[in-house]
C-alpha cells in the first residue's frame, strides 16, 4: 500500500506517494533524485546514510519516511547551500575525503555536531562520530578537519 | 625520472574530485542510472557443494516485471577466473560454494528481481563439504573440481591437482646444512582467518549493448582495462566490440580487480535488449565475493647464537575458496612475505592455494602478505625473547641493507629498512623502559612491491590554452590520480593544479592503463604523465620558436608563458600558442612509460608469477598496547608507521594512504574475520563483521621516510598497500610483551588473550 507523504527537505516541501513501510534514505535518493546520501549496510551499523531530522543526526536506511513528516530533514545536498558549510570546506582541503563515499555521512554528523557544541575537543569529535565507518582514511584527517571546521566557524557556518 | 621536481610537488595541494565528494555530487557506481534501466539480480545456492539435480524457473519467469531468467544451460562456455579459469558464470551441475550464483534474473524493478530469485526452483543433492585447508587436503579428500585438469591455465602456473589449486615454491641456498648447524632452530604455526576489503560501495555495474553488438559497461572498477580483457575471455566477445567506463569508486583496495556483476549485466542486456544494472547487497558482497585468503603457516628458522638469522623454512597454505580467482598469483608473494626484509644465506618456502567449499578468494591490498608477515614478525620476536637479544637489535643486526640481495636474488637498491626501524623506535621510545604491568610494545617490519606494467597518457591543450590529461590510470580514492599524477602533470605544465582537467579511465576514450593495483598508480601514470607533457611541451616550444624566432631547446614554460630562458622578453602566452597550434587541430601530447621487469634468480624459483618486487620500498610499525587482565581487552595506546615513499608528492594523501592501510591492518589484527561454518558465512553484515571505527583506533603517526628510487616520479616509490602488513605482528608482539603470552591466531580478540593469559606462556 502506498501513502502521500509531505516532506521538507532543505527547506524545500514535497509530496512523494511512498509505500508504507519505506525507508527515508530509499524515498530521498529514488523518488527525490538527492542521491548524495549513501547506503552501505542498510542496517543501521555504518552512518553512510546520515540525514539530520530537525538537526539532529539519523540514520536513515533505518529511518521510516513516515515518521519524517512534520520534520525538517537536511540532507548533504542542503548543507551548504551558502557556499560549502565549513566542515564540507575542511573536509576537502585537508585530506578527510578519499574515495568519499563515506563523506555525505560524515560531514551531516559533523555539521550537527558543531551545532551544538561550536568547539569540541579530539575526544568528544571521535565519539560524536564513532558511529560512521570509513574505509579508507584511518580517520586522522577526519578528526583533523572538524577540528579546522570549528575553529574556521566563527560566523561562517 | 629523477629530474629536479616542479614547485607542486611536495605539497598538499587539494584534490580535483574533492568538492563534489564533500557535496554530495560525485557520481558513484550505485548513481549511475541508463533511461530504460532494469534491474538484475542473482539467485544463489544454499549450498556450500552440491550437485544440481534441476532447474526450474517457471515460477520465477510468471512475476510480473520479469523479463528474463538465466540458468548454467544458457551460459555454458562463460567460466571466470583470470589464471585459471575454473569458475563457471552460473552453476551448471554443481555448486562449491554457499551463494553461488544459480540463476541471473533481469525486472522491470529490484523487487521483482528479488522475488524472482526466490521462486527459482533448484533441485540440488548435497555433497560432502570441505570447510578447511586441512579437510580439502586429506588422502580421501572429495574433489571439488574433478575436471581441474582440463582448465585453461596462465603459463607459469605449477597445479599438482587434487584440490591444490596452485603451488609455488623458492630454493636458495642450502637450507639442510644450515639448519643442521645453526645453533638455535625455532618452529611455529600460526593461522589466519580470511577479511574482507569492504569498500562502502560494493560491486555494481550496468551494461548497455547496441544494435551492432557493442557493449558498453560502466562498473566501479579499479582496472578498466583488465575487465574489458575478462569480458572478451569469458563471454567471448571481442575487445573491440566492448568499451569500459569508469563511474565513481566507493572505495576498492583489490576487491574490484577482476570481473564482478559486469558479465551478468551484459548476458541480461543482450537477451533483453535493455540496459541492466546489478548491485551486490552487503550480505551478497560477504558471503559471495572474493575476500582476502585465510592461511595456515608454518616455518622453521635457524639462528646463530648472536642472533644472526641463517635459513629459513616456510609452508603456507592459503585458503582459496572454490574458484582460483587471483590466488595462483598470491601464492608468489607469500614466497617473499615470508622471507621478509632480511638477510638469509638459504631459503626453501613453499606456498600453496587450497580449494574449499567457500566464496572464492580474491585480491586485497597488499595480497598474500599480512598472513606471511605476521607469522615471520612474530616468530622474530620469539627468536630475540628466547636468546635474550632486544628485537629492534635483532631486526637492524639482519636488516636488508643496499646491495644485499633479496630472497630470490634480486639486487636491493635503495633499500631504507634501517631508517624506518630507527625513526619508528625513536617516536616510540622504544629504549624508555618497560611500560608496566600489562603494557607492551612491538616492533614489526615489511616490504612491499611498486608493480610495474605499462601506462599511458595524452595531454591535451585545447583552443583556450586548457590543458587536460587523459590517463587510463583509475581514482579508486586514494589521491593517486586527481591529487598525485594531476600535480605531477601541472607542475610539468608549469601550471596551478586546480586548473588541470582530468579524463580517465574510460577505455573508450582513455589510453592503456594497468589499472589501480600494486600500489603503482602514482609512480606509473605519473610517469606516463611526465612523458605526454614532455611531448606536448616540445610541440609547443616548435610553434612558440618558429613565432619567436629562436630554437626550441631555448625556451621553458611556466605561469601560462613560454619564454626564453636567457631573455624573458621573448616570451608567448599559452593561449598565444593555443590559436597558432589551434590552426592545426589543436595538439595532442602523448606518452608512455613501462618499467624493464626487475631481474631475479628465475632458477630459484617455480610456480611463482611474481618472482621479484619492483621498486621495493620498506617500513617499520611499532605500537604500545595495555591488556586488561580481567576480560582480556586489548588497548592500543599508540601506533607509529614509518615508511619508506621515496619521494612525497602530496604529503597529506600519502599520509592517507599510510593512515588508511594502518587502520585496516589494526582491523585484521583485532576484529575482522569472516566466520563460516560449513563453509557457509555466520556473520555476513557490519554488526557482525566488525570494523574498526575512531574510538577503536588511537591518532596514527605517521613518519614518510624519503630514500629515492631510481625509476618513480623524482624518486616516488608506491605507497597505497604496505601499511595493511605490518599491524597483526606489531600487535601481537606487543600483546606478548604486555602478557608473556604469544598470540599465533587472528584475530587478536580479548577472548583469545584472556585465553592466553590461562594458558600455557612465560611470565613477563
Ligand atoms: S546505510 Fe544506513 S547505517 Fe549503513
Ligand atoms: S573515504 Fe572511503 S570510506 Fe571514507
New binding site residues.
Partial sequence: MSHPLRLTVNDGEYLVIAAAGAYL?DVLRDDLGLQGT????????????TVLIDGEPV????YFAAQATGKRITTVEGLGRNGAHPVQRAFAALGAVQCGFCTPGFVVAAAALLQRSPNPGVDEIREALAGNLCRCTGYNNIVAAVLAAAGSQDGDA | MTAPAPDTVGRSVGRLDGGAKVTGRYEYGVDASRPGMLWARLARSPHAHARILSVDTTAALAVPGVRVVLTGADTLGYLASRYVRDEPLLALDRVRYPGEPVAAVAADTQEAAEAACRLVRVEYEPLPVISSVEEALADDATVIHPDWASYWVSPIIRRPGGNVVSHASLRRGDTAALFESADHVFEDTFEVPMVHQASLEGRVAIAEVDDAGVVHVWSSHQYPFGLRQDISDILHIPLGKIRVTVTGVGGGFGGKLYAGAEPYCIILAQRTGRPVKLRYTREEEMIATSPRMGATVRLRTAVAADGTLLAREGWIDYDSGAYSESSPGVVSVGLLTLAGPYRWQALSIDTRAIYTNKAGCGSYRAPGAPQAVFAGESQLDRIARELGIDPLRLRLHNAVRDGDLGPTGQVLNNVSLVETLQAAADRIDWDSAGAGHLRGKGLSCTWWTTTGMPSSAYVRMDEDGTFVLITGATEIGTGAVTAGVAQICAGELGIDPADLKIVSADTGTTPYDFGAQGSRTLVQAGNAAIAAAEDLKSQMFDIAAAKLGCQAEELEMSDGEIRHTNDPELSLSVSDVARLGGTRGGLLGRGSYEQPPTPYDADSVQGAMIGAFNIPSFATHACEVSVDGATGEVTLDRYVVAQDVGRVVNPRYCEGQVTGGAVQGIGQAMFEEIIHRGGHVMNPN?TDYKLPTLSDVPHIETILVEVPSDSGPYGAKGVGEQAIIGPPAAIANAVRDATGHPIQRLPITAERVWQSLRGPGTAS
Fill in positions: 534514505l549513501k547506503e552501505a549496510c542498510a542496517e543501521g551499523e555504518c552512518g553512510s546514510c540514520d536513515s536506511c533505518i | 557490519f
